[in-house]
C-alpha cells in the first residue's frame, strides 16, 4: 500500500517536472521567435536571405527559424504598419505580433503609447472589443449620428428603428396593446419587471441568492447588458465590488460577457454605479476610485494583467 503510494508520488513529481521543464523551454522558443520576427523587416530590406543562398525570404525564415509563409506575411504586414512606433514595437517583442493586431489601424504616432499601454495590459479578445467600444461601433445608431467620441454619454439621443418577422397575430396584438400611443412607451411598460425588486441582501458569502439572480437576468434574458452587446452573458458583474461592500443590490449587479466584465476590471467603465445605458467607456482607470485596488487584486487572481 505504502509502496504504491510512494510510486504514485513518483509519478506524479515526475509528471509535474516534465511539465514544469516544457512551460520553461515553451517560453523561451516565444520569446526568441519574437526576437525574430522584430529581424525580419530588416532581413528583407537587405535581402540577406538571397546573400546567404536562399531561394526566397520564407525559405530562410522555415529553415532557420521553422516559421510558416503566413507567419512571415503576417509579421512583415503588420511590422510595416507600426515600423514609426516604437512604442508598439515593444509590445511585439514582450507579447507577440498578435498582440498589435487588433491596433495596427487605429493607432496613431500619437496615440501609439496610448494602445501599447492597452495591448499589454489587456487580453486580445477583450482589446478587440474595447476597440468597439472606443469607436461606438457596437451600439446601434441612427443613419445620421457620426461615430462617437469614447467620452461622449453611451445613451443614444435619437431614437433608433428596428424592423422584426412576427406572426400576423402577435403583431395585431401588438398593434391593440399600442392603441393611440406610441411604440415606445409600450415597449417601455412591456419591459418593465413584472415581480417586485428583491431587497438588496447583506452577507459574507459571494453566492448571489437565486431570487436575486432570476430578478437580474429577466431584464436582459441570457445577453450581456452592455449597450449593443449580443454576447451572452458569463457573469454577473458587482458595479460597486463586493469585496468593499459584501452587499447583493439587485440595482448594482449586471450580466456580462467576459470581455465586457474585464473592461469593467480594467476600470474602464465610466459611470459603472449607474444603469448600463448610462455607461460610457473611459481612455483610463480612476486610480482614486476604492474600486482600482479591488480590481487589481481580481486581474491578478484572473491572469489578466
Ligand atoms: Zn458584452
Redesign the pocket.
Known sequence: MCYSLAMRNKEKFKENSLHKQFIEYGANAKKWTRKCVLLLPEIERHRVWKKKGFSSIYEYAAKLAGMSHNTVDDALRILRKIEDKPALRKVVEEKGIGAVRPIVTIATQETAGFWAEKAREMSKNTLE?YIQEFRGLSRPRTKSEPVKDPSAPAAAAEKVSISMDLDPEIADKLEKLKGQGDWNTLMKKLLEPREPKPIPIETNSRYIPAKIKHHITAQTGKT?A?PG?K?P?KILHHTERFALYQKHDPDKIIP??K??EQIAHHGLIGNENLAPEKWKIRKHADAENPKHYIDQVVRCYYGLS
Open positions: 472589443v450581456c452592455f452587446c454576447r452573458y456580462l460577457c470581455a465586457h
